[in-house]
């Protein structure tokens, strides 16, 4: 069933075009990204679909009944009530029909009630037809579903006040909030910003198994190959559909680019071929009508335009000034946290010259707490520090807290540099996309992907040789991100950082430094050992636990029959949806055939002779004693 469409929209900021000729469509069930450059109009263009934007041109088309679910970015949920309490909210119509059922059954156990006939049988039927409405709409699951989200989203203590919870909690509450209400097309702007790695895996497999349609803007690359089967591209105004997941959107972008070019330099040559024949025979009498005839031809030819390739992308590089000692960072028993209450305690690692250190955790863990201690931000709460020799310090913000004043681009840069001149700092922030007017821009009032890209243009112009990164990668786009990690797989200094990006941390890090409450663990690799040495030490405990005795080894065998059996019921669920999606796939062609059978009953033609009538007729009969049999089917498959 086709939910939504967009055709030909066009939206101005003024007398600025933003997006023109837009085409989107969403059917029940699809799961779509839209890609592009920060400021390309993504968000723009969400918000326009979920109706809190206008637009200047083209229509969208929506059901009535279709309901929207619209998460905009770093969207807060403001409450006074408890967490339980609001997620309770999301079925409060679900509370008045239980409560009009208790009402109900207390009436049917007065005892007088018998003594009524009439008014005994319309109390059974009005609590029997609630209760179906009840159980319909989840009445006796839904405080499990509420369970389920938010231990998914990392809530534990549900009777905490909303009000005390920290920015990065509210947006995951917004976003379980809308989860709950399950709208018929659920919009999500960047909704991984605030998420660490479990609860991004466990979002990804909750949208997998959604009922609706999904449209999502997302950095996210792991996140969107897991999610998405669709892509639309927003570039230079225009949109652009791909089929498929985002590294599938990649390779077939990278193929039509190809593509187009070998086409139009195929058409060059063929053109210049055409002209220079015109040119050395069109005086000569011999050949002048075959130079004539060329000419017509080219005159006629639709002349390709040059393939568009990628808009122009960020260029830089982090260099140092001088070198470090080999030995960068010595962290020993350290306890972080704010106004002495320890958020993590017996911290030890140690970095050396060249390394780049992920460090991981759930969120609330003390990651960025831990960098801000290291730079002398917050004071260490116990422990040691100690600092190698010759270290200059690079870091940058995951809030860019610092970029809030009202100086223009150019000055902010310019008055951390003043011995530089115009022309170094105008290249500077060109290599960061900050251009011609770009520079005269208020700092205050830049993007988020804007103010991240100012603050690696100040990191890059830092020659630092330790760079520690508070999530670098949050409001850049998918671009940038790439650039980013090319120039500081290039960086000959040491990096230390925090980020939730899975491909991001791969290609960065050389070693992984796990933060829990009481403790630290370092795993020599990237990312994906890290995850190999976690499984291998689940496995080692598992082991031990089995080998502790008879208790354990029945628990073991239990454990591994629930898996086979869970295993089995998982293949003939797979086999469930296989044969319902060949099933609809017949209904929808032999519903198209039922149709095109009728539409031919219809035409003069046909109805004038009596054997097609016949013969349509019956095939037409076929078809639909076919379809009967296949509902049925559908029928018991859906159940």
Same mark, same amino acid.
């Given at each position: 069933?086709?939910?939504?469409?967009?055709?030909?929209?066009?939206?101005?900021?003024?007398?600025?075009?933003?997006?023109?000729?837009?085409?989107?469509?969403?059917?029940?069930?699809?799961?779509?990204?839209?890609?592009?450059?920060?400021?390309?109009?993504?968000?723009?263009?969400?918000?326009?679909?979920?109706?809190?934007?206008?637009?200047?041109?083209?229509?969208?088309?929506?059901?009535?009944?279709?309901?929207?679910?619209?998460?905009?970015?770093?969207?807060?949920?403001?409450?006074?009530?408890?967490?339980?309490?609001?997620?309770?909210?999301?079925?409060?119509?679900?509370?008045?029909?239980?409560?009009?059922?208790?009402?109900?059954?207390?009436?049917?156990?007065?005892?007088?009630?018998?003594?009524?006939?009439?008014?005994?049988?319309?109390?059974?039927?009005?609590?029997?037809?609630?209760?179906?409405?009840?159980?319909?709409?989840?009445?006796?699951?839904?405080?499990?579903?509420?369970?389920?989200?938010?231990?998914?989203?990392?809530?534990?203590?549900?009777?905490?006040?909303?009000?005390?919870?920290?920015?990065?909690?509210?947006?995951?509450?917004?976003?379980?909030?809308?989860?709950?209400?399950?709208?018929?097309?659920?919009?999500?702007?960047?909704?991984?910003?605030?998420?660490?790695?479990?609860?991004?895996?466990?979002?990804?497999?909750?949208?997998?198994?959604?009922?609706?349609?999904?449209?999502?803007?997302?950095?996210?690359?792991?996140?969107?190959?897991?999610?998405?089967?669709?892509?639309?591209?927003?570039?230079?105004?225009?949109?652009?559909?791909?089929?498929?997941?985002?590294?599938?959107?990649?390779?077939?972008?990278?193929?039509?680019?190809?593509?187009?070019?070998?086409?139009?330099?195929?058409?060059?040559?063929?053109?210049?071929?055409?002209?220079?024949?015109?040119?050395?025979?069109?005086?000569?009498?011999?050949?002048?009508?075959?130079?004539?005839?060329?000419?017509?031809?080219?005159?006629?030819?639709?002349?390709?335009?040059?393939?568009?390739?990628?808009?122009?992308?960020?260029?830089?590089?982090?260099?140092?000034?001088?070198?470090?000692?080999?030995?960068?960072?010595?962290?020993?028993?350290?306890?972080?946290?704010?106004?002495?209450?320890?958020?993590?305690?017996?911290?030890?690692?140690?970095?050396?010259?060249?390394?780049?250190?992920?460090?991981?955790?759930?969120?609330?863990?003390?990651?960025?707490?831990?960098?801000?201690?290291?730079?002398?931000?917050?004071?260490?709460?116990?422990?040691?520090?100690?600092?190698?020799?010759?270290?200059?310090?690079?870091?940058?913000?995951?809030?860019?807290?610092?970029?809030?004043?009202?100086?223009?681009?150019?000055?902010?840069?310019?008055?951390?540099?003043?011995?530089?001149?115009?022309?170094?700092?105008?290249?500077?922030?060109?290599?960061?996309? +900050?251009? /011609? &007017?770009?520079?005269?821009?208020?700092?205050?009032? !830049?993007?988020?992907? $804007?103010? *991240?890209? #100012? %603050? =690696? @243009?100040?990191?890059?112009?830092?020659?630092?040789?330790?760079?520690?990164?508070?999530?670098?990668?949050?409001?850049?786009?998918?671009?940038?991100?790439?650039?980013?990690?090319?120039?500081?797989?290039?960086?000959?200094?040491?990096?230390?950082?925090?980020?939730?990006?899975?491909?991001?941390?791969?290609?960065?890090?050389?070693?992984?430094?796990?933060?829990?409450?009481?403790?630290?663990?370092? +795993?020599? /690799? &990237?990312?994906?050992?890290?995850?190999?040495?976690? !499984?291998?030490?689940? $496995?080692? *405990?598992? #082991? %031990? =636990? @089995?080998?502790?005795?008879?208790?354990?080894?029945?628990?073991?065998?239990?454990?591994?029959?629930?898996?086979?059996?869970?295993?089995?019921?998982?293949?003939?669920?797979?086999?469930?949806?296989?044969?319902?999606?060949?099933?609809?796939?017949?209904?929808?062609?032999?519903?198209?055939?039922?149709?095109?059978?009728?539409?031919?009953?219809?035409?003069?033609?046909?109805?004038?002779?009596?054997?097609?009538?016949?013969?349509?007729?019956?095939?037409?009969?076929?078809?639909?004693?076919?379809? $009967?049999?296949?509902?049925?089917?559908? @029928?018991?498959?859906?159940?």
């Amino acid at each position: 069933m086709i939910l939504l469409q967009v055709n030909q929209l066009q939206k101005y900021y003024g007398a600025d075009l933003i997006l023109s000729n837009i085409k989107l469509e969403l059917q029940t069930r699809d799961r779509v990204a839209l890609v592009g450059r920060n400021g390309a109009g993504k968000s723009t263009l969400l918000k326009i679909i979920a109706g809190h934007l206008s637009h200047d041109g083209g229509e969208i088309i929506k059901p009535k009944e279709v309901n929207i679910g619209y998460l905009a970015q770093n969207t807060g949920l403001e409450s006074n009530l408890s967490i339980w309490e609001e997620m309770l909210s999301v079925f409060e119509h679900l509370g008045t029909m239980e409560r009009s059922l208790r009402k109900l059954e207390e009436q049917m156990a007065d005892p007088h009630i018998y003594d009524d006939t009439v008014k005994y049988e319309r109390i059974m039927k009005e609590y029997d037809l609630l209760q179906v409405k009840f159980k319909e709409q989840g009445g006796y699951q839904y405080e499990a579903d509420i369970r389920s989200v938010l231990h998914g989203l990392n809530f534990r203590d549900n009777s905490l006040m909303i009000s005390s919870l920290s920015g990065g909690q509210k947006t995951r509450l917004a976003l379980g909030k809308l989860l709950l209400t399950r709208p018929d097309i659920l919009i999500l702007d960047e909704p991984t910003n605030h998420l660490d790695i479990d609860t991004l895996s466990w979002l990804e497999q909750y949208l997998q198994s959604y009922d609706g349609a999904i449209l999502i803007v997302s950095h996210d690359r792991y996140f969107l190959d897991k999610v998405v089967t669709q892509v639309y591209e927003v570039s230079r105004k225009q949109i652009a559909r791909f089929t498929g997941n985002y590294s599938s959107y990649l390779d077939q972008k990278a193929a039509n680019y190809e593509r187009e070019m070998k086409l139009f330099e195929k058409q060059q040559q063929e053109v210049a071929n055409l002209q220079d024949f015109i040119q050395k025979n069109l005086a000569r009498a011999s050949t002048t009508k075959r130079a004539q005839s060329r000419r017509k031809k080219l005159e006629k030819m639709e002349v390709m335009d040059r393939p568009l390739g990628d808009e122009k992308s960020a260029t830089f590089s982090f260099g140092i000034e001088k070198q470090s000692g080999n030995d960068v960072l010595m962290v020993d028993s350290l306890a972080v946290g704010y106004d002495g209450e320890k958020v993590s305690e017996s911290i030890s690692f140690r970095a050396y010259k060249g390394e780049s250190i992920a460090l991981v955790g759930p969120n609330g863990i003390g990651k960025s707490t831990l960098l801000k201690t290291i730079i002398k931000k917050l004071p260490a709460l116990s422990g040691t520090i100690q600092y190698g020799t010759n270290l200059s310090i690079g870091y940058y913000d995951q809030e860019q807290a610092e970029l809030t004043s009202n100086k223009r681009v150019l000055n902010e840069l310019w008055d951390d540099y003043p011995l530089k001149s115009e022309k170094e700092i105008r290249t500077a922030l060109g290599n960061f996309l +900050f251009s /011609g &007017d770009d520079v005269l821009k208020i700092v205050s009032t !830049l993007s988020g992907g $804007e103010k *991240a890209r #100012l %603050a =690696l @243009a100040k990191l890059m112009l830092e020659k630092a040789n330790v760079l520690i990164l508070d999530e670098p990668t949050n409001h850049l786009d998918l671009d940038s991100k790439e650039v980013l990690e090319n120039a500081l797989i290039d960086y000959p200094g040491t990096i230390l950082f925090v980020s939730h990006d899975r491909y991001f941390i791969n290609r960065i890090a050389t070693k992984v430094v796990e933060l829990s409450r009481h403790g630290s663990a370092e +795993f020599l /690799g &990237d990312y994906d050992y890290y995850l190999e040495k976690k !499984l291998e030490q689940e $496995e080692l *405990a598992a #082991l %031990a =636990l @089995a080998a502790s005795g008879k208790l354990a080894a029945e628990k073991e065998a239990l454990e591994k029959n629930s898996y086979q059996q869970d295993k089995e019921s998982k293949k003939l669920e797979r086999q469930r949806k296989r044969k319902l999606e060949e099933t609809e796939l017949r209904i929808e062609e032999l519903e198209e055939q039922i149709q095109e059978y009728e539409q031919q009953l219809c035409k003069p033609e046909v109805f004038q002779n009596h054997e097609m009538v016949l013969e349509i007729n019956i095939n037409n009969e076929k078809a639909k004693a076919e379809l $009967e049999q296949l509902m049925e089917e559908w @029928a018991e498959l859906a159940e």
